[in-house]
């Protein structure tokens, strides 16, 4: 028993020389180890962090972009509902046009004859710019003929045309009073009243 326990003992000394002296190294690679097994969960860490943020940030942005076009898509409809209220509008006018168009068809003769008496009275009041008059009331005739001029806005330059006339240097028409050379009473006749 003796060889056999010599031998033990011969292994369990080396063995606990083997470990008295692999000790340190083993011990320095477990350091070795955890040290970057620390470091690794430090960059597992921030980078998860940094995760966080971006995902984060993305998220207000979506929300951000999500506030925009709900924004946006009450503009759209807004705009919309101006043009359908604009449309309606134009509606209205054209539909007024074409009422005054049929009022202006029935205006039309009152205002030719209006025409035709304010150049009877242009051509026997006293001569003061009787061609320029003329010629204005010419013009005024052709627009309402050709349709280019609504009669309703004829008779609103007739009858200015007509108060230029009463108004006119040395004329009496204004007051109404008797040409003392003719005797007779020469206030125009209004377009209106014709």
Avoid: C
Avoid at 1 to 30: G, H, I, Q, Y
Wanted: a positive charge; glycine letters at 4%.
């Amino acid at each position: 028993m003796t060889p056999n326990f010599s031998a033990a003992k011969t292994a369990a000394v080396l063995l606990a020389a083997l470990f008295v002296f692999a000790a340190p190294a083993f011990a320095d690679e477990a350091a070795n180890l955890a040290k970057q097994l620390a470091e690794l969960r430090a960059d597992v860490e921030t980078m998860s962090n940094e995760l966080d943020l971006k995902q984060r940030g993305l998220k207000n942005e979506l929300d951000s972009l999500a506030m925009q076009k709900a924004e946006l898509e009450i503009q759209v409809r807004k705009e919309e509902m101006r043009l359908q209220n604009l449309h309606a509008s134009l509606e209205r006018q054209k539909e007024s046009l074409k009422r005054d168009s049929v009022s202006g068809d029935e205006l039309k003769p009152l205002v030719l004859h209006a025409i035709a008496e304010l150049r009877t009275y242009i051509k026997n009041a006293l001569p003061f710019r009787v061609p320029e008059r003329l010629a204005e009331l010419d013009r005024v005739e052709s627009q309402v003929h050709a349709d280019t001029l609504r009669p309703a806005r004829a008779a609103t330059m007739l009858w200015a045309l007509s108060k230029t006339n009463s108004g006119s240097p040395g004329s009496r028409a204004s007051t109404g009073r008797s040409s003392p050379s003719t005797g007779k009473n020469n206030s125009p006749t209004s377009p209106a009243s014709a």
